[in-house]
């Protein structure tokens, strides 16, 4: 299963929930696509 769940706030890509689980990230409320996530936390 593929639903989308919303967009990446940073990157505008699409945020999907694949087979029950989420596949991206979620930080201060913003939903995040999992590329930027890993960018953001990278740099912290």
Same mark, same amino acid.
């Given at each position: 299963?593929?639903?989308?769940?919303?967009?990446?706030? =940073?990157? %505008? +890509?699409?945020?999907?929930? /694949?087979?029950?689980?989420?596949?991206?990230a979620q =930080?201060? %409320? +913003?939903?995040?696509?999992? /590329?930027?996530?890993?960018?953001?936390?990278?740099?912290?």
């Amino acid at each position: 299963m593929h639903e989308l769940i919303g967009q990446c706030q =940073e990157c %505008g +890509k699409n945020v999907y929930c /694949e087979n029950g689980f989420f596949d991206g990230a979620q =930080e201060n %409320g +913003k939903l995040l696509c999992n /590329e930027c996530a890993d960018d953001k936390e990278s740099t912290s």
